[in-house]
């Protein structure tokens, strides 16, 4: 073996061993060194599997997964720590960063923009309480599934025409599903619980085998945030997962080529409508997962909040996200953790007075102001700008 | 037996009528802008919405109506050119999401900043006819001179506007620079000042119809006044053809008729379901729209 090779098996397994005798020393009870020592080592293992050389090229799948399992280590530790209005805020992120991802693969993938992806939300959100309110008994999981395919149905009955349209009838078209998606839950009001909408029948708490680490010594109300924000980042990791094979799959790749060129698409056997077809239903189930997730964590489901409004913010999140790209639907979802709390903040610092117009207002200038200026600006949004920069200085540093 | 001019088919067809108009309006201008620059205008709505808002402020220096028409047409021609030199310029020969992305943007920036530089309560806005409803033998009749006003102003503006492209030089420049721009570049026709122009026209029309929908009763000029006539306005494009003019305002007209008669007979919120219905299966048919004549574009 040539000197200054890494060799991270080994070298991980001795940080393992270290970590472990660390974490059992240092903390106080059992359950949490165990946690913590747990922690430790997936993070050091998924670390040891990443930095092996040239394993991206030769286990894709494999190296996508250490990734995910690494970041969902990290996240559902720290979430342990933080107080409940983070973790809130941190779930919603969750939720929402899965339906930026789908956005995201539509567009990225296909070249089609939705401007409808609120209401597919709404539509998995309404189902998943639906659902929940008539049969009490399925287990999350399934519901969720249910709500998923009846977003990716709705997605297919609206993609079908979407099949033999180019530009922006598509999104002229899912704009329309947008603005009629409320008067769609008014008709059905006797379903949908008219204007005040619906409440889950239980709070989703968490199972009793997993009682040690969310009920022991904390009070419910964290518990259940915090076993709520931790379902949610675990459901929006697998999802990330999934996404990230199949824009690595042959058919994102023939996604790709459809956006760059649908001639040429055509030419080397892409069938256009089908393609076009699967990213639109793919997009809507992602879209109606998160929506789901959200009635999860906020126990209720009311018609304003999957308005034309909503479809406006998805938007904007991932174009300054960076659509087109994974890593783009991340930062979109942090973005949306934290954007009530960083616009309240700009009121206080600029002393605007909070019921003011200008105040209530600040959201639909900042995004929309956002929204122009990336487009211009930047395209790719925060994600691609980070990747030139990074390129840039890979470019300029010798080796 | 009703008499047959208070009867209640009529009275939908003219109340449908009323609303047809504006949507025909909407939809012609979103194909002027359509067909010259190839952007499907998602401001098309706010930015006569801003423009009415400019022009209507000249009420407190108690103008009367016309001036404050007036001015709200000088209004809208300077917003549209301005966004067309400022904004959209930049957004050709890009992707075609990026004019879309950015026309959503500038729509929400509009929207926020007219609620808060004049808030999000309607105003109600002068008329200079009356909006009670004429009677006849006792009976309402759809319409009332201000209705009547209304589609008389939305059929003169349509002839203006067709008169314009039709017999004028300068309609015809404007048809050459968007079917053949390179061409017509050649030939000495000033490419970019006929787009910009094309932008004040479409503005200009678009701020008309906003006029004229807000001097209703019931909505008032409120910052999202025109979200659900654009919504409707597109669909009439979209069901005409983006490239037809005449299958736009056809569609326009003919959608609120539809809409009038499924408000009466079935209720207010299937409106926009069955108009969304009609959209998804009329693109399904015919995906280059009804009026259009086939081009030939694979793919």
Redo the contacts between chains.
């Keep these: 073996m040539k000197l200054g090779t890494v060799r991270p098996i080994p070298i991980a397994v001795g940080l393992a061993f270290v970590a472990t005798v660390i974490a059992l020393v240092s903390t106080s009870t059992s359950r949490e060194g165990v946690a913590l020592c747990v922690a430790l080592d997936v993070a050091i293992a998924c670390g040891a599997v990443l930095s092996l050389p040239r394993f991206k090229s030769s286990h894709p799948v494999v190296f996508r997964a250490a990734l995910t399992l690494l970041g969902l280590d990290v996240a559902l530790f720290v979430t342990y720590y933080f107080p409940s209005s983070t973790n809130f805020n941190l779930s919603t992120g969750a939720a929402m960063s899965i339906v930026l991802l789908g956005l995201s693969f539509l567009t990225g993938a296909s070249g089609q923009i939705s401007l409808g992806n609120g209401a597919f939300m709404g539509v998995g959100a309404f189902v998943m309480a639906i659902w929940a309110n008539h049969h009490t008994t399925t287990p999350i999981v399934i519901t969720l599934l249910i709500a998923v395919a009846c977003g990716a149905l709705v997605g297919l009955l609206l993609g079908l025409p979407a099949t033999r349209l180019r530009g922006p009838y598509l999104a002229g078209m899912t704009l329309a599903f947008a603005v009629a998606f409320t008067f769609i839950l008014a008709t059905f009001s006797s379903w949908t619980g008219g204007d005040s909408g619906l409440q889950l029948p239980t709070a989703v708490t968490a199972p009793r085998w997993l009682d040690g680490f969310f009920a022991a010594g904390t009070p419910p109300l964290k518990t259940t945030t915090l076993y709520l924000t931790d379902f949610t980042i675990l459901v929006a990791g697998v999802a990330f997962f999934f996404m990230a094979n199949l824009f690595a799959s042959r058919t994102g790749r023939s996604m790709r080529l459809i956006r760059d060129n649908d001639v040429a698409a055509e030419l080397v056997g892409v069938s256009l409508p089908r393609t076009r077809v699967v990213a639109f239903i793919v997009s809507s189930a992602y879209a109606a997962l998160g929506g789901a997730l959200l009635t999860l964590i906020d126990n209720s489901v009311s018609p304003p909040t999957y308005s034309f409004a909503l479809s406006v913010t998805i938007l904007s999140l991932i174009v300054i996200g960076g659509i087109g790209t994974i890593s783009g639907a991340l930062i979109g979802g942090v973005i949306y953790a934290f954007s009530t709390n960083v616009i309240s903040w700009i009121t206080t610092q600029t002393g605007l007075n909070p019921q003011g117009n200008l105040a209530s207002q600040l959201n639909g200038i900042i995004f929309g102001g956002l929204l122009i200026v990336t487009m211009i600006f930047a395209p790719f949004g925060i994600s691609g700008a980070v990747r030139h920069l990074w390129h840039r200085l890979r470019a300029r540093s010798p080796g | 037996m009703d008499p047959f001019l208070t009867s209640r088919i009529v009275t939908d067809v003219l109340g449908g009528l009323t609303n047809g108009v504006t949507y025909g309006l909407v939809a012609l201008s979103l194909v002027l802008i ?1 067909r010259s620059t ?3 205008n ?1 401001a098309q709505g706010a930015m006569p919405m801003f423009a009415t808002y400019v022009g209507f402020a000249l009420l407190s220096y108690h103008f009367g109506y016309w001036p404050c028409v007036v001015a709200c047409v000088i209004a809208a021609v300077l917003i549209g050119g301005l966004t067309e030199r400022l ?1 959209v310029r ?2 050709y020969g ?5 004019p ?3 026309m ?6 509009l ?3 007219a ?3 004049w ?2 309560t309607p105003r109600s806005l002068p008329s200079p006819f009356s909006l009670i409803h004429w009677q006849l033998a006792g009976r309402p009749f759809a319409l009332s001179p201000f209705t009547v006003y209304e589609i008389a102003t939305a059929l003169v503006v349509m002839l203006a506007v067709a008169m314009l492209f039709r017999f004028t030089n300068l309609g015809l420049q404007l048809r050459a620079s968007a079917l053949a721009p390179e061409v017509s570049r050649l030939l000495g026709v000033r490419v970019g000042r006929l787009l910009t122009l094309g932008w004040m026209l479409s503005t200009a029309v678009g701020v008309i119809t906003t006029i004229l929908v807000s001097a209703n009763f019931f909505s008032g000029l409120t910052p999202t006044v025109m ?2 006539i654009f ?1 409707y306005g ?2 009439a494009a ?1 069901i005409g053809g ?1 490239e037809s003019p005449v299958g736009a305002v056809v569609a326009g007209v003919l959608l609120g008729v539809v809409n009038q008669f499924v408000t009466d007979f079935v ?1 207010q ?5 069955i ?2 219905a009609i ?2 299966v009329s ?2 048919v015919r ?1 280059s729209g009804v009026f259009t004549k086939s081009t030939q ?3």
């Excluded at chain 2, 919120?269 to 379901?273: K, L, S, T, Y």
Aim: charged fraction near 15%; charge should be positive.
């Design positions: 359509w190839g952007i499907l998602f904004l930049r957004l890009k992707p075609e999401i990026n879309i992305v950015v959503v943007g500038f729509l929400i920036v929207e926020a900043v609620a808060a530089i808030s999000s979200d659900g919504a597109f669909i979209a983006l209720n919120n299937a409106v926009i379901i108009a969304l959209l998804v693109l399904m995906p574009r694979r793919v």
